[in-house]
């Protein structure tokens, strides 16, 4: 083979390398964009923005109740032990009072035990993949309302799980699946297609013309040579 002809094939080779290269973050790109664009996507994210602002809208209105109930609970306490203390009865105004601070601390008892399932349960959480920060808010809290204390004082599900069996079984749920990203296939990527072959005719470089050369790597149709 002349030396013309080994330099035409190393220009050759080295076009098609670099058209190789510089098609893969291209693909890469177009890949992320479609991702970005996704019909679906873009529904589950609608989905989770409305069940957050529902939920939100019910728990906001849940506190005030309970907020509102514990004030009127309050000052009829308050009134009750002063009746008491201006009708001389001390003991039964001292009573009720005995009685207000064991009520407080059995709530600051309950918060800080809730507190604590709280921390349980966000670290098994941690382990997790969600679409979003709104996706964990919500399986927290889906996950919290399903659990009790057992006779150990324990916090575990109804059925009787640990926290960790639960969470497990809860993000492998289809029903829950829209809450978590997907997970990419590492195993399969993107190839870059090889050149076909021109198997109709199998014509040796040497018998080509230099335009002849060009014009096929100009297509793509470089294969297998006979030299």
Do not use: C
Not at 40 to 54: F, G, H, P, V
Not at 170 to 178: G, I, L, R
Not at 196 to 207: A, G, H, R
Request: aromatic fraction near 4%; charge should be negative; hydrophobic fraction near 30%.
């Amino acid at each position: 083979m002349s030396e013309e002809e080994n330099k035409i094939e190393d220009v050759v080779t080295e076009t098609n390398e670099t058209e190789t290269v510089e098609q893969e973050p291209v693909q890469e790109a177009s890949s992320t964009e479609e991702q970005d664009n996704d019909p679906i996507e873009q529904a589950i994210n609608d989905r989770l923005t409305k069940m957050k602002s529902n939920m939100d809208r019910m728990v906001k209105e849940r506190d005030a109740a309970l907020q509102k109930a514990a004030e009127v609970e309050q000052s009829q306490k308050q009134a009750e032990i002063k009746r008491l203390e201006e009708e001389g009865k001390l003991t039964e105004a001292l009573e009720m009072k005995l009685a207000e601070s064991q009520a407080k601390l059995k709530v600051f008892e309950e918060e800080n035990t809730k507190l604590n399932r709280d921390n349980v349960v966000n670290s098994q959480l941690a382990t997790l993949e969600f679409r979003n920060e709104r996706s964990r808010q919500m399986a927290q809290r889906d996950i919290v309302e399903q659990l009790v204390q057992n006779e150990n004082g324990s916090w575990v599900h109804k059925s009787g799980t640990t926290i960790q069996e639960f969470v497990e079984s809860y993000s492998k749920n289809e029903d829950n699946s829209f809450l978590f990203r997907v997970k990419a296939n590492s195993g399969a990527g993107t190839t870059t297609p090889s050149a076909p072959s021109n198997t109709d005719e199998k014509k040796s470089l040497s018998k080509m013309s230099t335009d002849e050369v060009l014009a096929l790597a100009a297509k793509g149709q470089l294969g297998s040579f006979n030299y």
